[in-house]
Each structure stands twice: as structure tokens, then as C-alpha cells.
């Protein structure tokens, strides 16, 4: 069965701090990995990932995948207050339909 | 970039009712929509994917005779949740599949549906 988990499930820091996300999986036919910042209502899209080992980053943000070890990383540098929000991770496959599995999510909470 | 709408934001109906939502993209043709469910502090589950002029494809657990999916053009889907109960309330949330080159592997959500069954 296909699957995604994220750690850590929640996370509280303090302004400034560096956090880093988690996202492994086990699903057959990998496609693309997708990272989602979601606040109050529907996710909004961060970085796509597709082959191992190209660093994907954004600001503060940067997203790594690794399809060896079957994981990928979110990272944040300097956190603000404006990056509490939960994070989800997707796994594009094409087992079956092509479809995209999401993980659990991390709840993260930054603190002032 | 790619803009995926879905009305109506917020629907509070009575048990027993049926509830119509639309997902459409605005600005691109989508060949593949899914609809998703998330209830409150949890993750997306998808519910069904949506494939222009076919038949839906339902995940396990997903009654198809209860969540109705019809994508009849390429720019628009729709779930009907009907007879709903109060255990269906929950955030719909639909995506839109950009195919391409560069981007196959994208998809953008709509703002999703708040459904609330008294």
C-alpha cells in the first residue's frame, strides 16, 4: 500500500530558529514529490521535486529529495511568525490512476 | 499561473439534502481533477479522481453513490454530495491537473468548500 509520513507531527520554535521537515515514502510508480504550506484554508504550492539530489529553494525555504532513500527534506531558516502554517507533503504516482498521496502533515508553530 | 475556482466557499444545509459543489480552472484545460477531504486537523485524503468524459475513479471507502463526480468539460467538475448527513461535514477541496513538459506533475487547488450538515 502506498503511503507518505511526515515528522516531526507538530512543532513549536521561536523566531529565528532553523527547522527542518520530513517527508518519507513508499508508493510504487514515483512521479514527483510536492511540498504545500497550508494555513486556513486550501494548501498553497511550495516546491516540486522530480530528481534526487537538486536543491529546490525559495527565500528561506529550501526543499531537498532524495529517491534513493526515499525521503525528502523541507527546510526553514530564520523562521518568522508568518511561517506557522501546516506542511504537507504529496507524492505524485501513477499506480493504478495518477494520483497524489498526501502525508499527515507537520503542524508547526513559531513562536515570537 | 494556474487559478482553480470552487463555489460555493461555505454551504450549511439540513440532513437529507443534496449539495452540489464546482471545481472549475480558469485559465488552462484540465484533463485530470481530484477532490480531496480534510477534516479539522487533519490531512487531505483524496476521495476520487476525475477524468474529463470518463468515469471517476474512487479511492477505497469512498461511496461513489454518495459523492457524485461528473466532469463533463475540460474546465469544470462537480461533486454532489447527496442525501448528506452530518457526518459528511467537512472542507472539500478540489485540484486541477496542469499537463505538459514541464509541468505534468502540478496541480493547483481551488480555495475548497466548507460543508456543514445540520
Redesign the interface.
Known amino acids: 500500500e502506498d503511503k507518505v509520513v511526515q515528522s516531526p507531527l507538530s512543532l513549536v520554535v521561536h523566531e529565528g530558529d532553523t527547522v527542518t521537515l520530513n517527508c518519507s515514502y513508499e508508493v510504487t510508480n514515483f512521479r514527483s514529490l510536492l511540498w504545500y504550506k497550508q494555513e486556513k484554508k486550501a494548501p498553497t504550492f511550495l516546491f516540486m521535486l522530480t530528481s534526487s539530489g537538486i536543491e529546490k529553494k525559495s527565500g528561506r525555504l529550501s526543499s531537498i529529495l532524495d529517491k534513493k532513500e526515499l525521503f525528502s527534506i523541507l527546510n526553514i531558516t530564520a523562521t518568522q511568525t508568518g511561517d506557522s502554517a501546516v506542511y504537507l507533503c504529496a507524492v505524485g504516482t501513477t499506480s493504478g490512476t495518477y494520483k497524489y498521496i498526501f502525508g499527515t502533515g507537520t503542524r508547526l508553530k513559531v513562536l515570537a | 499561473g494556474a487559478v482553480v475556482s470552487q463555489h460555493p466557499s461555505r454551504v450549511i444545509c439540513k440532513s437529507g439534502t443534496s449539495v452540489k459543489i464546482e471545481c472549475r480552472s480558469l485559465d488552462f484545460q484540465a484533463t485530470?481533477m481530484?477532490w480531496?477531504r480534510q477534516f479539522p486537523?487533519?490531512?487531505?485524503?483524496?476521495m476520487a479522481?476525475s477524468?474529463e468524459g470518463s468515469k471517476a475513479?474512487y479511492e477505497q471507502g469512498v461511496e461513489k453513490d454518495k459523492f457524485l463526480i461528473n466532469h463533463a468539460s475540460l474546465t469544470l467538475s462537480t461533486l454532489t454530495v447527496t442525501s448528506a448527513h452530518p457526518e459528511d461535514s467537512s472542507f472539500y477541496?478540489c485540484?486541477a491537473?496542469l499537463w505538459g513538459t514541464q509541468t505534468y506533475?502540478?496541480?493547483?487547488?481551488?480555495?475548497?468548500t466548507r460543508l456543514t450538515v445540520l
Open positions: 485530470t481530484f480531496y486537523k487533519q490531512s487531505l485524503m483524496l479522481t477524468n475513479t477541496i485540484s491537473a506533475n502540478e496541480q493547483f487547488f481551488g480555495p475548497g
